[in-house]
């Protein structure tokens, strides 16, 4: 038999290789993470844990700093680190190893110190997507993450201690279209029916309609005649208490068929119109999150420098105020549910011909902001994707690091909050800070010869914290000795809990989908408790 | 101490991270836990891992557990390295696509971590007997299939001792460390088989295969996914466009291609529009996303408890951990619980509630559905007069036939009883599991439908 030859288009090979993530961003997402590139400070397990999952799927470029030399320990630790490395530069030899898991990356190692670069070339950082930095000292951290706050570049700080580990998202302002949230709601505007919808709804009579039929028709349908037909009895309202959803429920088995000994026929569409009335009857609104990103300052007073998200929220809340009577754009994207193909498909396109009007209208006002602010264009799917997702826009504020270690008020107060609690976690986060003081203050970690010894002087410095942001005193020193017990040792497997978290998190925000942490994320292996907390 | 740090041997220094968790002792440290440098020496020397799984966690698990200490790991998988590999699973490379993936990965760490003697296993878990088993310390699990999960399981429950009081012998008990992921999310846990809940107990955690009815996919298709299903399971046996005995293969890019344009052709008859290529091989071989960064998380969360259970040093997670990296990083661990007659764990024999009028057919269709067993193709026996009777057996071809009549009849003239055992043998389990028939008079009336 002859062989069928499939006109079809054959995949290309790197969609190939990255099928299995292509299914979670999508191939825009890619291209946005192959425009990427990711600056790594020190090239630790930690570092070269999260270099590896960010070079695996195929970011644009890395560049490795660290001045550091490779040590045994560092062998003992690193996956990216072989005998031969011994001696040699840490960075150097960590990007040869790290970026040979895929040819599509490019690769950069710069030996300088840190300290070195922010004094003689700060704009280095300024080509980065996202500075990753592990093992900095608390005075490397203070200078860096102000220098990469004033020039608004993703900084995420990353420690890794014993069976601890923490990572710090510092970001001026993060906004996401495409959140993924797991439960998205549906925009159905049953209250609120569009002239299509509207005409196709009352096109329907249920009672006239043949068994097989009834059996067909979308259970939107079903709940929309309920509902105007107990309208009709209860002064024209909407039913919104538990009791109003139940009598919607009654009409609903009201318009069930019966069969010969009176008893009604189980009908699919019936029971989920049944199962939709607590949802889906929920009316048409504009949530106030969404509400105040398009009434914040950035969307209202726009300049040339406003970012294309601030044009879409400028050009959605105009139309939310004149075109869409104070509705967002109609998302277009309709549930499945029972029904028979063609009433299933019209409804489909009923509500996704509403959305691509409604998405039309956006983009010429986004044209028109264009053209006034001469900025650059904002293509009509860029449109069409935002106006999606208008309902689950999120926007991340974030805070500086400088103003967290400098404990301000805010900071202090809030974690003296978590402290009084008691909250472990947040004891650790002390824990991890007294340590980074310890080691500016004794060129060591606590522990790192000998633990007995260096309880006291640890304890000094979580003190020392505490009195800053007026706290009293750990009541037991147990996790004190247990930090000093940890010596400063990085532990490979925590390294590689933080290290996929930390790399999924720089993947966010270079694509610019799903919600990374904000802002603060600690690990402990030792409970395997995770906690977040922002700063 | 400080002072003869230069002169410890260059072996010593490598491993001075985890000398420092394993020689010293702390306030959280596992009440049995005595600090000492023979640990580090039995993690090297003694400790036998066994990774089961060569995919996105096995590679990882491998890796974590040759820097944790261990030297003595075995790993297990007959599968091999494809293309859509490569973006996690992170010890194979182009030129390694059609190799075995266990011994690529084998061969890829026992080169960069000196003194590790990985040793690599290419065939199904099922082809290792319980000899082969029993020799590991702890058996940590990275796999994508449930089926090979829960045989997994069932062998760890095989090689459970009971004394004579029928209390656990402990010394036979090998722990198994298991996690998976799927896209965005996955879970750890740590099962002490014959202690705490096993893979059998908490099988209502895994979410129920999606699956579209045939009266739709035939009658009323509405998503791309039916008219998918439409050309796979309708159009294709029909069609047999390969020939008839030629069975359509989700990796064959021309089969793939077939099928997409034919979901084509009728997903425009039917004004459905989205039918892509990705979706089509999605649906056919019922993909699951995947990322190196949660395989990664996973896989050292399951290395870390590894880690507890060999060395002591700390005390296991209890017992089961969730992770969702989609909004933020989230984690909740809980003690999930042992099932009192878990069919795998509880040394009990399992109960089925039956009609005295029940065919054997209903049987077969409980063991398949009923949440305490969701067996796929359960083989029936049972002893009649202190022989051997074979009732239905679906897995071998020629008895199937010579049984299939069986399922029509009625139990009792197939020679069961109320209080009688049946044997069920299934690919969810290496064991033979004994049932009690119980006989229920179903008093309630089955209502509509």
């Known amino acids: 038999m002859a062989s069928p030859s499939p006109k079809s288009p054959e995949q290309s090979e790197k969609n190939k290789q990255y099928d299995r993530q292509l299914r979670l961003w999508g191939d825009h997402g890619q291209t946005a993470l192959e425009n990427g590139h990711i600056c790594l400070i020190n090239a630790t397990a930690l570092g070269t844990e999260i270099l590896k999952s960010i070079v695996l799927p195929g970011v644009g470029a890395v560049t490795i700093v660290d001045d550091n030399i490779v040590s045994d320990e560092d062998i003992g630790s690193n996956f990216f680190l072989e005998c031969s490395s011994k001696n040699l530069n840490r960075g150097s030899e960590a990007l040869r190893l790290v970026i040979e898991l895929n040819p599509a990356v490019q690769g950069y190692a710069v030996q300088e110190p840190t300290d070195q670069i922010l004094l003689d070339n700060p704009d280095f950082f300024k080509k980065f997507s996202v500075v990753i930095a592990t093992s900095l000292s608390e005075k490397t951290i203070q200078n860096l993450s102000n220098h990469l706050w004033e020039i608004n570049v993703p900084f995420i700080l990353c420690r890794s201690v014993g069976f601890l580990g923490s990572f710090r998202i510092q970001l001026k302002e993060h906004a996401i279209v495409e959140s993924h949230p797991d439960n998205e709601q549906h925009d159905l505007r049953l209250d609120v029916p569009f002239q299509t919808l509207f005409d196709y709804l009352n096109s329907f009579d249920i009672d006239s309609l043949d068994l097989k039929d009834h059996g067909h028709i979308p259970w939107i349908v079903i709940l929309y005649k309920a509902v105007q037909k107990w309208k009709i009895s209860n002064s024209n309202r909407w039913p919104m208490s538990r009791k109003e959803k139940n009598e919607i429920k009654a009409i609903i088995d009201q318009f069930k068929r019966l069969d010969d000994n009176g008893m009604p026929i189980y009908e699919e569409n019936f029971e989920e119109a049944l199962r939709a009335v607590n949802t889906a009857l929920i009316p048409t609104f504009l949530p106030v999150k969404i509400q105040e990103l398009l009434y914040s300052s950035s969307a209202i007073n726009l300049t040339k420098e406003s970012s294309p998200f601030w044009i879409l929220c400028s050009a959605l809340r105009t139309f939310v105020e004149a075109e869409g009577k104070g509705k967002l754009p109609v998302r277009g994207t309709l549930p499945d549910m029972t029904a028979s193909t063609d009433h299933y498909v019209a409804l489909q396109n009923i509500y996704r011909n509403q959305a691509a009007i409604d998405s039309e209208i956006v983009y010429r006002k986004v044209q028109e902001i264009v053209t006034q602010l001469h900025c650059d264009h904002i293509s009509e799917s860029e449109v069409k994707l935002f106006c999606r997702h208008a309902h689950d826009l999120h926007l991340i504020k974030g805070s500086s690091i400088v103003g967290e270690y400098q404990f301000n008020n805010t900071v202090s107060s809030y974690i003296a909050r978590f402290l009084e609690e008691p909250d472990v976690m947040m004891v650790h986060y002390i824990l991890l800070r007294a340590a980074e003081m310890f080691r500016s203050e004794h060129c060591r970690a606590p522990g790192e010869w000998e633990p007995e010894s260096d309880i006291s002087k640890l304890k000094t410095c979580v003190s020392k914290l505490l009195t800053d942001i007026s706290c009293t005193p750990f009541p037991k020193d147990d996790h004190i000795h247990e930090m000093c017990r940890y010596g400063g040792a990085e532990i490979h497997s925590v390294s590689a809990f933080l290290g996929g978290c930390v790399a999924h998190e720089a993947i966010k925000i270079v694509t ?24 | ?144 299939s449930i089926v090979a999960r829960r045989w997994l399981n069932g062998m760890l429950m095989n090689l459970l001792q009971y004394n004579d009081d029928r209390s656990l012998d402990q010394s036979s008990v090998i722990p198994l460390v298991d996690g998976g992921t799927e896209g965005f999310k996955g879970n750890a846990r740590v099962i002490l088989p014959g202690l705490s809940a096993c893979i059998e107990c908490t099988l209502d955690l895994y979410p129920p295969q999606k699956t579209f009815p045939l009266c739709t996919i035939a009658n009323t298709p509405r998503l791309p996914e039916h008219c998918i299903e439409y050309v796979k399971v309708i159009q294709w046996p029909k069609e047999n466009p390969w020939g008839s005995s030629t069975p359509l293969d989700g990796d064959d890019p021309q089969h793939v291609g077939w099928v997409f344009e034919k979901a084509q052709e009728r997903a425009m008859k039917h004004g459905i529009t989205s039918v892509t290529y990705r979706l089509t091989q999605g649906v056919l071989k019922n993909i699951i996303p995947a990322v190196a960064s949660t395989n990664a998380a996973i896989a050292a969360t399951c290395a870390t408890e590894v880690f507890k259970l060999a060395s002591s040093c700390c005390t296991n997670m209890n017992n089961y951990m969730v992770l969702n990296m989609a909004d933020g990083v989230y984690t909740y661990t809980f003690n999930a619980e042992r099932k009192p007659d878990c069919v795998a764990c509880s040394n009990t024999t399992r109960v089925l509630d039956v009609e005295p009028g029940a065919i054997l057919m209903d049987i077969y269709e409980k063991l398949k ?24 057996m679906p897995s071998i071809k020629s008895i199937e036939e010579r049984t299939r009549d069986n399922l029509k009849k009625k139990i009792t003239d197939l020679g069961l009883y109320n209080g009688g055992e049946i044997l069920v043998a299934d690919i969810t389990t290496p064991n033979t599991i004994s049932i009690k028939l119980k006989f229920i008079e179903n008093t309630d009336v089955e209502m509509s439908r």
């Open chain 1, 512 to 535: 610019k989908q799903y919600k990374p942490v904000n802002n603060t994320f600690i690990y402990d292996g030792a409970s395997t408790n995770t906690a977040t907390f922002t700063f």
């Open chain 2, 1 to 144: 101490m400080a002072t003869t740090e230069t002169h410890v041997p260059e072996q010593q220094r490598r491993w001075h991270n985890i000398r420092k968790l394993l020689e010293r002792s702390g306030p959280f440290c596992h009440p049995d836990f005595e600090p000492s440098p023979d640990i580090l020496d039995f993690l090297m020397e003694s400790c036998k891992i066994l990774v089961v799984g060569a995919g996105g966690l096995g590679c990882e698990l491998l890796k974590d557990l040759a820097l944790m200490g261990f030297k003595k790991n075995h790993i297990v998988d007959m599968d091999t390295i494809e293309l859509s590999n490569l973006n996690r699973q992170f010890l194979f490379r182009k030129s390694d696509i059609g190799s075995s993936k266990a011994k690529c990965a084998v061969d890829f760490v026992n080169k960069r971590v000196p003194g590790c003697e990985a040793v690599a296993h290419h065939c199904a878990i099922q082809d290792l007997d319980e000899g082969f088993y029993r020799q590991f310390h702890i058996i940590v699990c990275g796999l994508d």
């Open chain 2, 369 to 392: 559905e009923d949440t305490g067993f969701l067996m796929k193709n359960p083989g029936i026996t049972t002893v009649i007069n202190g022989r051997n009777k074979t009732l239905y």
